[in-house]
């Protein structure tokens, strides 16, 4: 079992960058693939990017393509999310997740772990 704490959340300008963190605590966090998403006000969450076990492949949200990087570190069972050129849309709260296995889901529900969110606010 995985749990998954974020952090790296906070208040940034417009056009400003962020990282996101996400720490893993099981013993089998290279099993896992690692997506993260996010959560605006009123709104669904929505897939943001996906990383493979070993670090390939990676898939975006056409929405952050070019600004944002997802990468992971599985010795240190970790995953990052480098958001650059940030937009007041991208105000909301992120999510680290985790799946089993050979898939690499863009949908929310596939996924088998959640951590609890860290908050990212753009302003104009």
């Known amino acids: 079992q995985e749990q998954l704490v974020e952090s790296g959340g906070g208040l940034v300008q417009a056009g400003g960058s962020l990282r996101l963190s996400c720490a893993a605590s099981?013993?089998?966090?290279?099993?896992?693939?690692m997506g993260w998403f996010r959560q605006a006000p009123g709104n669904e969450r929505v897939f943001v990017a996906v990383?493979?076990?070993?670090?390939?492949?990676?898939y975006y949200a056409d929405s952050v393509k070019g600004r944002f990087i997802i990468s992971r570190d599985n010795a240190k069972k970790m995953v990052y999310l480098q958001m650059n050129s940030l937009k007041p849309e991208d105000t909301a709260v992120y999510y680290c997740?985790?799946?089993?296995?050979?898939?690499?889901?863009?949908?929310?529900?596939?996924?088998?772990?959640w951590g609890r969110g860290t908050q990212v606010t753009v302003s104009s």
């Open positions: 997740a985790a799946v089993r296995g050979f898939r690499i889901p863009r949908e929310d529900g596939e996924y088998d772990y």
């Open positions: 099981g013993r089998t966090f290279s099993n896992y693939n």
């Open positions: 990383i493979g076990r070993t670090g390939a492949p990676a």
